[in-house]
Structures are given as C-alpha cells and as structure tokens.
C-alpha cells in the first residue's frame, strides 16, 4: 500500500504526539525520487541551491526562478514528502503585494506545497498576509543565510542571553501569525529546547542539537556530494563524491584503454535514459 501524501496539518500532529520529522533539501527530481522512497517527511527546495548546485559563495544571487525552476523538479519526483520552496533573498520584504505575486509563483509554477521565509518579528506582516490568503508559511530563525553579509559570516546566532530570549519571542510571533512550522539554524541546543516548549508548531533543527520536534539537512552534505565545506554538526550517511570520482575515473581510463564500449553484436540492445 502507498503511504499517505505528508499535508501541512500532519506538522503539528506529528508534534503532538511526539513524532520526529525527517526533512531534507533537494533540487532535482531523481534525488527527490529516491528521498521519498527513503521516507522522508518533507524536501526543502533551498536556496542553499545556489551554494550546492549552481557554484555561488552564498544565497544571495539565487532568484526565484532558480527556486521555481528546481521546485518543478522536486515536485515530479516526490510522491509522498511535502515539497516546500525557499522564497529567496528580498523576494518577500518589499511588499506585500509582490510576496503574495512570489508565492503565488512558487505554489502554481513551481508546485511547491509551502514556501519558507526567514525572519521573526521583522517579517511577521508579510507572514500573516500570506497565510491569510492560503499560503502555508515555514519560518526561519537563528542563522539566517541570506543575511550573511550583515552578519558578516555563517556565524552561530543566538548565544547570549538576550538574543536567545529575542529568539523565543520570533517564535511565538511567528506561531501566532499563523506559521506552520519553524526551522532554528545554528542556536545552542538550550535555545531550540526552550523555542520547542513554549510553541505549538514544530521547531525543525539544522545544528540546533537534538530537541526540536524535527531536523532538516543539506542532501549534498548528508550524502558527502558536497566536498567544499561539512559543516560540524552534519553526520555524512555516505561519501558519494568519493563514488562520483573514483567512478568518472574508472570511466576515463575504460574509454581512453579502450575497453569501453565492450565490442557487442550489431543487434544488441541500444536505449538509453537519453
Ligand atoms: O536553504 C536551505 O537549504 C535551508 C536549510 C539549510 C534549512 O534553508
């Protein structure tokens, strides 16, 4: 039997009986293919995209036809996880009028379920407009990639008193307009735990220890595909770069030796996934 489709409500059930969200990026349809066979609950069309798939340094030059383009493929892939689609850097904070002409984009274009915003109190109109219209909303507080710049890094956030209570705050201000989940990116493990006690939404951790209700990764990092940077908390499943070279290798040598194509009858078979 197919397992029921992941809808938005099953967010905040899952919560409430106490069980543990698996979340992972993806950018392509193969890959969002093989994580839903694997039972992941949700795939994030990041705008980490820029960073694992398109070369950037950051998330700052993706546009949101980038998100559109790799939601699309996402969504082909994905049966049964929720496909949620990052709205990118300064496409929701100008007004509200092209947030709402953004996410309609991602929902009808790039068929993504829900987008997620990062931000707290500061968004927090823009938030409540998009849920008011049917636009399921994932926040984003802690590290906030795209304000790397102002940050001056992807730097640890949360981690004096003050911010972390100002943390806390951003959480239950997003709870209350309306968000169905949050992700909390590289706070303290203390930090996470108090944000997941005091809101009703689930809490989705990335370097955020083991207490919030879920937990979201990179694919490329969880795969060990991403060989520029691991970041500390990541736990590599696997060391497909490693596969990826040793195989392309493999390859070269076969084709420069000439052992590959292996010489075949003129009637043997010729599809292709081409
Ligand atoms: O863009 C992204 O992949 C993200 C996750 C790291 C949460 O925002």
């Not at 509200?96 to 790039?110: F, I, P, S, T």
């Not at 943390?167 to 590289?186: C, K, P, S, T």
């Amino acid at each position: 039997m197919q397992p029921k489709s992941i809808r938005v409500p099953d967010f905040r059930d899952r919560k409430r009986r106490g069980e543990k969200i698996a979340m992972l990026t993806a950018y392509d349809a193969t890959m969002a293919r093989l994580l839903d066979l694997a039972g992941v609950d949700a795939l994030l069309v990041g705008d980490s995209l820029g960073m694992v798939v398109l070369g950037y340094e950051n998330t700052i030059p993706v546009t949101l036809d980038d998100i559109i383009h790799h939601a699309k493929a996402v969504a082909r892939g994905a049966e049964r996880a929720l496909v949620v689609a990052d709205m990118p850097f300064l496409t929701y904070q100008i007004d509200h009028a092209e947030a709402l002409r953004n996410a309609r984009r991602l929902l009808q274009e790039g068929h993504a379920a829900a987008v997620k915003l990062e931000g707290g109190r500061s968004i927090i109109d823009v938030v409540k407009r998009l849920v008011d219209v049917g636009v399921p909303v994932m926040g984003h507080l802690g590290l906030l990639p795209q304000s790397v710049h102002q940050v001056g890094g992807f730097l640890r956030q949360a981690t004096r008193p003050e911010d972390a209570d100002r943390l806390v705050a951003d959480a239950h201000a997003l709870e209350e307009a309306g968000a169905f989940a949050i992700v909390l990116e590289a706070v303290p493990p203390a930090v996470a735990r108090s944000a997941t006690v005091h809101v009703g939404i689930p809490t989705i951790g990335i370097g955020a220890g083991p207490d919030c209700d879920g937990q979201i990764l990179v694919c490329n990092d969880v795969l060990g595909l991403f060989d520029r940077f691991v970041p500390p908390f990541v736990k590599q499943y696997a060391q497909l770069a490693d596969v990826v070279v040793s195989a392309g290798r493999a390859y070269v040598d076969d084709v420069r030796a000439g052992r590959y194509p292996t010489p075949t009858r003129e009637t043997a078979g010729t599809q292709t996934t081409t």
